[in-house]
T-cell receptor, first 114, second 116 residues
Framework: GNSVTQMEGPVTLSEEAFLTINCTYT??????LFWYVQYPGEGLQLLLK?????DKGSNKGFEATYRKETTSFHLEKGSVQVSDSAVYFC?????????????FGKGTKLSVKP | DTAVSQTPKYLVTQMGNDKSIKCEQN?????MYWYKQDSKKFLKIMFS???????INETVPNRFSPKSPDKAHLNLHINSLELGDSAVYFC???????????????FGNGTRLTVT
Protein backbone atom coordinates (compact mmCIF):
# COMPACT_ATOMS: atom_id res chain seq x y z
CA GLY A 1 0.00 0.00 0.00
CA ASN A 2 0.87 3.66 -0.10
CA SER A 3 2.81 5.12 2.79
CA VAL A 4 5.04 7.98 3.84
CA THR A 5 8.00 7.76 6.21
CA GLN A 6 9.63 10.86 7.60
CA MET A 7 12.39 11.34 10.11
CA GLU A 8 11.35 11.39 13.70
CA GLY A 9 11.75 14.53 15.68
CA PRO A 10 11.99 16.64 17.48
CA VAL A 11 14.62 18.54 15.55
CA THR A 12 16.22 21.42 17.42
CA LEU A 13 18.32 23.93 15.54
CA SER A 14 19.85 27.33 16.14
CA GLU A 15 18.71 30.26 14.05
CA GLU A 16 20.35 30.42 10.60
CA ALA A 17 21.23 26.70 10.66
CA PHE A 18 20.62 24.46 7.65
CA LEU A 19 17.55 22.26 7.81
CA THR A 20 16.87 18.89 6.25
CA ILE A 21 13.83 16.78 7.07
CA ASN A 22 13.91 13.45 5.29
CA CYS A 23 10.84 11.96 3.66
CA THR A 24 10.54 8.76 1.66
CA TYR A 25 7.45 7.23 0.19
CA THR A 26 5.99 4.00 -1.12
CA UNK A 27 3.30 4.29 -3.75
CA UNK A 28 1.88 2.59 -6.79
CA UNK A 29 1.66 4.73 -9.88
CA UNK A 30 2.78 8.34 -9.91
CA UNK A 31 1.88 10.17 -6.74
CA UNK A 32 1.89 13.87 -6.08
CA LEU A 33 3.98 14.88 -3.09
CA PHE A 34 3.39 17.62 -0.57
CA TRP A 35 4.86 19.25 2.49
CA TYR A 36 2.41 20.72 4.96
CA VAL A 37 3.28 22.83 8.00
CA GLN A 38 1.33 23.11 11.23
CA TYR A 39 2.08 26.10 13.45
CA PRO A 40 1.12 25.84 17.13
CA GLY A 41 -2.63 25.96 17.65
CA GLU A 42 -3.43 26.03 13.95
CA GLY A 43 -4.46 23.70 11.16
CA LEU A 44 -2.13 22.42 8.50
CA GLN A 45 -1.13 24.67 5.62
CA LEU A 46 0.31 23.63 2.32
CA LEU A 47 3.99 24.62 2.20
CA LEU A 48 4.98 23.25 -1.20
CA LYS A 49 4.20 20.50 -3.64
CA UNK A 50 5.56 18.58 -6.62
CA UNK A 51 3.45 16.60 -9.04
CA UNK A 52 6.00 14.69 -11.11
CA UNK A 53 9.52 13.34 -10.99
CA UNK A 54 12.32 15.93 -10.82
CA ASP A 55 9.90 18.74 -10.01
CA LYS A 56 11.13 21.09 -7.31
CA GLY A 57 8.59 22.70 -5.01
CA SER A 58 9.61 25.85 -3.20
CA ASN A 59 8.05 28.40 -0.87
CA LYS A 60 9.24 30.72 1.91
CA GLY A 61 12.84 29.59 1.44
CA PHE A 62 11.93 25.90 1.74
CA GLU A 63 12.61 23.48 -1.12
CA ALA A 64 11.97 19.84 -1.88
CA THR A 65 12.73 17.85 -5.02
CA TYR A 66 10.67 14.87 -6.17
CA ARG A 67 13.20 12.06 -6.62
CA LYS A 68 11.60 9.03 -8.19
CA GLU A 69 14.82 6.99 -8.23
CA THR A 70 15.17 7.24 -4.46
CA THR A 71 11.43 7.67 -3.75
CA SER A 72 12.24 10.71 -1.66
CA PHE A 73 11.00 14.26 -1.14
CA HIS A 74 13.33 15.75 1.46
CA LEU A 75 12.57 19.22 2.80
CA GLU A 76 15.44 21.71 3.01
CA LYS A 77 15.99 25.28 4.04
CA GLY A 78 19.29 27.07 4.01
CA SER A 79 18.80 29.31 7.02
CA VAL A 80 15.99 28.67 9.49
CA GLN A 81 14.31 31.31 11.62
CA VAL A 82 12.59 31.10 14.99
CA SER A 83 9.30 31.62 13.16
CA ASP A 84 9.86 28.32 11.30
CA SER A 85 9.24 26.40 14.53
CA ALA A 86 6.33 24.10 13.70
CA VAL A 87 5.44 20.52 12.86
CA TYR A 88 6.16 19.52 9.26
CA PHE A 89 4.22 16.79 7.49
CA CYS A 90 5.21 15.02 4.30
CA UNK A 91 2.24 13.66 2.35
CA UNK A 92 1.34 11.94 -0.86
CA UNK A 93 -1.73 11.75 -3.03
CA UNK A 94 -1.84 8.70 -5.22
CA UNK A 95 -3.73 8.20 -8.44
CA UNK A 96 -6.51 5.71 -8.11
CA UNK A 97 -7.59 4.09 -4.87
CA UNK A 98 -8.92 6.59 -2.38
CA UNK A 99 -8.73 9.65 -4.60
CA UNK A 100 -8.40 12.84 -2.66
CA UNK A 101 -7.09 10.91 0.30
CA UNK A 102 -3.83 12.46 1.36
CA UNK A 103 -1.57 10.03 3.21
CA PHE A 104 0.51 11.82 5.79
CA GLY A 105 3.77 10.98 7.47
CA LYS A 106 3.87 11.15 11.24
CA GLY A 107 5.15 14.70 11.33
CA THR A 108 8.49 16.16 12.42
CA LYS A 109 8.54 18.83 15.06
CA LEU A 110 11.09 21.58 14.44
CA SER A 111 12.20 23.94 17.19
CA VAL A 112 14.46 26.83 16.24
CA LYS A 113 16.29 28.59 19.08
CA PRO A 114 17.48 32.20 18.85
CA ASP B 1 -13.23 35.72 5.26
CA THR B 2 -12.06 32.46 6.83
CA ALA B 3 -11.66 29.75 4.21
CA VAL B 4 -12.42 26.65 6.30
CA SER B 5 -14.02 27.30 9.65
CA GLN B 6 -14.94 24.74 12.25
CA THR B 7 -16.69 25.13 15.56
CA PRO B 8 -16.22 24.80 18.39
CA LYS B 9 -12.48 25.28 18.84
CA TYR B 10 -12.51 23.43 22.15
CA LEU B 11 -14.97 20.83 23.34
CA VAL B 12 -14.83 19.23 26.77
CA THR B 13 -17.43 16.64 27.58
CA GLN B 14 -18.06 13.52 29.60
CA MET B 15 -18.04 9.93 28.48
CA GLY B 16 -21.31 8.74 27.03
CA ASN B 17 -22.41 12.13 25.73
CA ASP B 18 -23.26 12.93 22.10
CA LYS B 19 -21.59 15.92 20.46
CA SER B 20 -21.27 17.57 17.08
CA ILE B 21 -18.53 19.53 15.36
CA LYS B 22 -19.48 21.84 12.51
CA CYS B 23 -17.44 22.72 9.44
CA GLU B 24 -18.02 25.18 6.66
CA GLN B 25 -15.88 26.22 3.70
CA ASN B 26 -16.33 29.26 1.48
CA UNK B 27 -13.76 28.28 -1.15
CA UNK B 28 -16.21 26.74 -3.59
CA UNK B 29 -14.55 23.35 -3.14
CA UNK B 30 -16.49 20.22 -3.92
CA UNK B 31 -14.73 17.82 -1.55
CA MET B 32 -14.56 17.95 2.22
CA TYR B 33 -12.80 15.77 4.78
CA TRP B 34 -12.51 14.97 8.42
CA TYR B 35 -9.11 14.07 9.86
CA LYS B 36 -8.23 12.97 13.37
CA GLN B 37 -4.90 13.98 14.94
CA ASP B 38 -3.85 12.04 18.00
CA SER B 39 -1.64 13.18 20.86
CA LYS B 40 1.49 12.20 18.90
CA LYS B 41 0.42 14.44 16.01
CA PHE B 42 -0.36 11.48 13.77
CA LEU B 43 -2.98 12.54 11.23
CA LYS B 44 -5.43 10.04 9.79
CA ILE B 45 -8.34 10.54 7.45
CA MET B 46 -11.77 9.57 8.72
CA PHE B 47 -14.23 10.59 6.02
CA SER B 48 -14.39 12.34 2.69
CA UNK B 49 -17.43 13.75 0.91
CA UNK B 50 -17.65 14.90 -2.69
CA UNK B 51 -20.71 16.97 -3.57
CA UNK B 52 -22.53 15.64 -0.52
CA UNK B 53 -21.71 12.03 -1.39
CA UNK B 54 -19.56 9.88 0.88
CA UNK B 55 -16.47 8.69 -1.00
CA ILE B 56 -14.06 7.71 1.77
CA ASN B 57 -15.02 6.01 4.97
CA GLU B 58 -11.99 4.64 6.75
CA THR B 59 -12.18 2.25 9.64
CA VAL B 60 -13.99 4.46 12.06
CA PRO B 61 -16.46 3.33 14.76
CA ASN B 62 -20.04 3.80 13.64
CA ARG B 63 -20.50 6.14 16.60
CA PHE B 64 -19.00 8.71 14.23
CA SER B 65 -21.43 9.91 11.60
CA PRO B 66 -20.65 12.67 9.10
CA LYS B 67 -23.46 14.72 7.66
CA SER B 68 -23.22 16.95 4.61
CA PRO B 69 -26.31 19.14 4.11
CA ASP B 70 -24.65 20.84 1.12
CA LYS B 71 -21.23 20.84 -0.46
CA ALA B 72 -20.05 23.75 1.67
CA HIS B 73 -20.74 21.98 4.97
CA LEU B 74 -19.58 18.74 6.52
CA ASN B 75 -20.51 18.19 10.14
CA LEU B 76 -19.28 15.40 12.39
CA HIS B 77 -21.57 13.87 14.96
CA ILE B 78 -20.19 11.57 17.62
CA ASN B 79 -22.40 9.36 19.77
CA SER B 80 -21.55 7.79 23.12
CA LEU B 81 -18.20 9.50 23.45
CA GLU B 82 -15.30 7.48 24.84
CA LEU B 83 -12.01 8.49 26.43
CA GLY B 84 -10.13 7.35 23.33
CA ASP B 85 -12.01 9.85 21.20
CA SER B 86 -9.97 12.64 22.77
CA ALA B 87 -7.98 14.20 19.92
CA VAL B 88 -7.88 17.19 17.63
CA TYR B 89 -10.31 16.88 14.72
CA PHE B 90 -9.56 18.77 11.53
CA CYS B 91 -11.94 19.59 8.76
CA UNK B 92 -10.46 20.20 5.31
CA UNK B 93 -11.59 20.86 1.77
CA UNK B 94 -10.18 20.66 -1.74
CA UNK B 95 -11.07 20.64 -5.40
CA UNK B 96 -11.33 17.20 -6.87
CA UNK B 97 -9.74 17.57 -10.28
CA UNK B 98 -10.65 14.67 -12.52
CA UNK B 99 -9.02 11.38 -11.74
CA UNK B 100 -5.81 12.70 -10.26
CA UNK B 101 -6.21 14.45 -6.99
CA UNK B 102 -3.24 16.78 -6.62
CA UNK B 103 -5.34 19.67 -5.40
CA UNK B 104 -4.03 20.76 -2.00
CA UNK B 105 -6.12 20.52 1.11
CA UNK B 106 -7.21 23.61 3.00
CA PHE B 107 -7.54 22.88 6.69
CA GLY B 108 -9.56 24.43 9.45
CA ASN B 109 -7.86 25.28 12.72
CA GLY B 110 -9.05 22.15 14.45
CA THR B 111 -11.38 21.23 17.29
CA ARG B 112 -9.71 19.92 20.40
CA LEU B 113 -12.04 17.33 21.91
CA THR B 114 -11.41 16.22 25.47
CA VAL B 115 -13.50 13.41 26.89
CA THR B 116 -13.40 13.03 30.66
Amino acid sequence: GNSVTQMEGPVTLSEEAFLTINCTYTATGYPSLFWYVQYPGEGLQLLLKATKADDKGSNKGFEATYRKETTSFHLEKGSVQVSDSAVYFCALSAYGGSQGNLIFGKGTKLSVKP
Amino acid sequence: DTAVSQTPKYLVTQMGNDKSIKCEQNLGHDTMYWYKQDSKKFLKIMFSYNNKELIINETVPNRFSPKSPDKAHLNLHINSLELGDSAVYFCASSLRTGGRSNSPLHFGNGTRLTVT
